[in-house]
């Protein structure tokens, strides 16, 4: 029989948007956690128990990234996020930023758009056992279209090779590439909804999936037992995202509360985006981003909004998962608890709430709602030890020197266990 592991004397953050709770013992057995007790309860003596003394110190349950480009590399514009490295060297960066995302107390990943299929990759990878990473939901290439629906030209699809984005010019295209990913691997399908104000083909207020286009590519991957996530900014594309039934929203900056209500209704998904647009618009200049070239973009609307309808979703319980953009050069990988921070600072949102869209949420959306994500009995062990409690402060997070140790599973993949000595009986 298997030793079993009791991590004695610590703060829990359970990961339920409460206060962490001090002067616990938590029991892991295999990969789950078997108990979570008072420190004075602990069963100190039971043999085939290994005790380790980790007072001081706060357990909270791995993060999981609902919004993942993970071989973005530092781009800058929408050429870049395809074009900037051939491919070979962009999923041998893609692995590195999947073993740092754990080490910093990710265990999970949701993709949102795979440059060449890399998520995929990666996920077998890491089911196989051939790399340690953090448990990935591998998302497909981006579905996108030339245009809005009115200025569509079939020429685009002729200059962006399909292995690194698919391009859709009909509704039976449309279907065969939805099919087509899911078939390779994907269990979330990547449309657009809406422009952006970065992109070459429409901005944010614009359409671009008409719909149609929507409700097909919706139907499609519901029908194959996928979801399907869309990139909605504007507000149309954010009504027509609800409208087809989609499981996630990216973005929302443009919802207006009829739509944050129906959202509700829906059990939708929102990933908001706040930390990215704000480092892009106080930054950008330091990256080659022309004052000029900042102001045309309407990020600051978008910014004002995202804040005023935070506290709304929050009120609603809309499921909130973090994850913005990382990969960009102003939002490099490996600094995503900047984005947890922002929400504190920025928002006004408690550090708790915040920690709770990043694991229970987090979790959730990974389609792990009941087994993973907040430090209870019977869930999975995927867990962060920190040098502090980010509860109280939410900075914690930021300093990789602060996650101590991070278990997949119940297994030690990030970190150095042996600093925490043997609890004496």
């Known amino acids: ?38 420190a004075a309860q602990a069963p100190l003596s039971t043999p085939g128990i290994d005790v380790l003394d980790v007072s001081g110190r706060t357990v909270m349950p791995g993060m999981t990234l609902g919004h993942t480009h993970i071989a973005y ?3 800058l514009d929408a050429r870049d996020m395809l074009y900037r490295y051939p491919v070979p060297e962009l999923t041998l960066r893609a692995a590195e930023n999947a073993r740092n995302l754990l080490a910093l107390g990710y265990t999970g990943f949701v993709g949102a758009g795979s440059v060449s299929g890399i998520d995929m990759a990666l996920y077998r990878a890491v089911e196989s056992g051939r790399m340690i990473g953090p448990r990935i939901t591998p998302c497909s290439r981006d579905l996108m279209v030339s245009g809005p629906p ?11 090779p399909t292995d690194l984005m698919r391009l859709v010019d009909t509704p039976e295209e449309l279907v065969d590439y939805v099919r087509t990913e899911v078939a390779e691997g994907a269990q979330v399908i990547k449309v657009f909804s809406s422009g952006d104000d970065t992109f070459p083909n429409a901005r944010s207020h614009e359409l671009l999936f008409s719909p149609e286009e929507l409700r097909i590519a919706a139907d499609t991957a519901h029908e194959l037992g996928v979801r399907i996530r869309a990139h909605s900014r504007g507000l149309d594309g954010i009504r027509n995202a609800i409208a087809a039934g989609v499981d996630i929203i990216d973005h929302a900056t443009y919802a207006d509360d009829a739509a944050l209500e129906a959202i509700a209704a829906q059990g939708i998904f929102v990933i908001p985006s706040l930390y990215q647009p704000h480092r892009l618009l106080t930054t950008g200049t ?21 804040l005023r309808i935070l506290p709304l979703m929050v009120e609603l319980g809309i499921p909130i998962v973090a994850g913005d953009d990382f990969g960009f050069a102003w939002t490099p990988h490996g600094t995503y608890a900047e984005e947890l921070v922002a929400y504190v600072r920025m928002a006004g949102i ?28 019977g869930r999975l062990a995927d867990l962060v030890l920190t040098n502090g409690d980010p509860a109280q402060d939410i900075t914690v997070l930021t300093r990789p020197e602060a996650i101590e140790a ?18 004496a009986v």
């Open 350 to 377: 408690p550090a708790p709430e915040v920690i709770r869209w990043a694991t229970a949420n987090g979790a959730a959306l990974a389609g792990r709602a009941d087994d993973a994500g907040t430090v209870q009995p």
């Open 286 to 306: 330091e990256h080659g981003k022309t004052t000029d070239y900042l102001e045309s973009l309407e990020f600051e609307a978008e910014i004002e909004n995202t």
């Open 1 to 38: 029989m298997s030793r079993k592991t009791l991590l004695h004397r610590v703060t829990v953050q359970e990961g339920l948007g409460l206060p962490s709770v001090p002067d616990r013992s938590v029991l892991l057995a295999g990969d789950r956690i078997e108990a979570v007790l008072p």
């Open 73 to 75: 590399q530092n781009v």
């Open 406 to 423: 991070v278990l997949l599973g119940g297994r030690v993949v990030a970190g150095d266990p042996t600093r925490y000595h043997p609890a």
């Open 150 to 160: 009115e200025r569509r030209d079939g020429e685009v699809s002729k200059r962006i």
